[in-house]
């Protein structure tokens, strides 16, 4: 039985971050719950997500921490019961990636603090994403700044010191997230860099960050949310934005300096050739509103990507020649069409109808002129002028 006076698991990690593997006493079990006496496996803790691994062969699935007892959640009940040792193993390369996302976190927040004088306010550390909030607006050139010094720091490769004071002691020392503390509090120090409470696991020396590098930034609660990364996780990212480019510059046959301004040339080039056929498009159509042979009947034009004021010019062109509806239709079997239908001697609003009716058109307009949009193919609207509207 768990009892808020029994001993709490004692925390492997706050004494070694790079212990791996370890055996412990199973002090509680229920189901696919195992507290144990001690543990490497960090909870989810401080914005930052668990450790994974195995404990007794077991996956664990998830680590959580309740009144100072950690609860590893399993993947199925264990085999040991309480009383007995388990044997557990921490996922290192997911721990070590951890750790220098989150050291990499209390450098940039040290230093933006001690130069923007704006505090971390809270933290994200999970697999999508590394994000760090201050209470302070940080433009591109302070981001920029911050992460050149915390890059310098990294390259320092000091050392970690992590600190137990009580106390007095705790308030004659200067450090980041002095408020919410009482009794013993652990700081973790990076030489002149950094100070901060702090209960997860971290790197030894800053060298071990690797790299820090800011991806964005974005407004937050009258504050800056900015998304990091570091160490090998950067390294990642900066792979896969390096064979994109590398791909794409290939691609348009030119440098990967020249991507940006090829780019530019071929949009430009695309927007002419849109813009070209456009105009081809509707001199066609007009050629073909001028060989409809006049009468009483009902036409309808079918082409893709006119627009609006195109496609009433057409009708109204239609209209000159016949007696009855006339429609131009805009788009493609797949993705609808968008109409304009008028009509001279008729309502258009009644060929609207009939096409909400049938085909769950959507639209209206005024007895000479309706525009609306249908899902549906060429050959059932041909069908609807040809069955329903036809006098
Ligand atoms: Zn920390």
Not at 64 to 77: S, Y
Not at 88 to 100: A, C, E, K, L, V
Not at 217 to 223: C, P
Not at 257 to 283: G, I, P, Q, W
Request: proline content about 2%; aromatic content about 8%; glycine content about 10%.
């Amino acid at each position: 039985m768990l009892d808020s006076s029994s001993v709490k698991t004692g925390k492997i990690y706050y004494e070694d971050a790079y212990r791996v593997s370890f055996s412990a006493k199973a002090i509680h079990i229920e189901g696919r719950d195992a507290v144990l006496d001690k543990t490497a496996f960090f909870p989810e803790e401080g914005g930052q997500s668990p450790d994974r691994g195995f404990l007794g062969g077991i996956r664990v699935l998830d680590v959580k921490i309740r009144d100072g007892f950690i609860h590893h959640i399993l993947e199925k009940e264990p085999d040991f019961a309480e009383g007995e040792y388990a044997e557990g193993r921490i996922d290192w390369r997911h721990r070590f990636s951890n750790m220098q996302q989150h050291s990499g976190e209390h450098l940039f927040s040290g230093i933006i603090c001690k130069r923007f004088g704006y505090d971390n306010v809270g933290f994200h550390l999970s697999e999508k994403e590394v994000s760090v909030d201050f209470n302070g607006t940080l433009g591109e050139d302070e981001l920029l700044k911050a992460e050149a010094l915390a890059n310098e720091a990294i390259t320092a490769n000091v050392p970690s010191e992590i600190i137990f004071l009580e106390g007095q002691e705790a308030d004659q020392l200067e450090y980041r997230s002095k408020l919410s503390l009482k009794g013993s509090v652990r700081i973790v120090r990076f030489g002149d860099y950094d100070a901060c409470a702090c209960c997860a696991p971290h790197v030894r020396r800053t060298g071990e960050i690797g790299l820090l590098k800011v991806l964005s930034a974005v407004s937050w609660k009258g504050g800056t949310r900015v998304f990091i990364l570091c160490g090998r996780r950067a390294m990642e990212y900066f792979d896969q934005d390096h064979e994109i480019l590398t791909r794409t510059a290939k691609y348009l046959t030119t440098s990967r300096e020249e991507v940006y301004n090829s780019v530019l040339r071929a949009r430009k080039e695309r927007d002419n050739l849109k813009e070209a056929l456009r105009k081809r498009t509707l001199e066609l159509m007009f050629l073909k509103a001028e060989a409809v042979p006049e009468g009483s009947g009902n036409v309808i034009l079918f082409e893709s990507g006119l627009e609006g004021d195109s496609m009433r010019e057409l009708t109204n062109a239609l209209l000159l020649r016949r007696r009855g509806f006339c429609g131009v239709f805009s788009g493609n079997d797949a993705e609808g069409y968008n109409f304009v239908i008028g009509a001279r001697n008729e309502d258009a609003r009644k060929a609207a109808g009939v096409l909400k009716e049938r085909l769950n058109a959507r639209g209206g307009g005024k007895p000479e002129m309706v525009q609306g949009s249908v899902r549906a193919s060429q050959k059932e609207i041909e069908n609807i002028f040809k069955l329903c509207l036809q006098k």
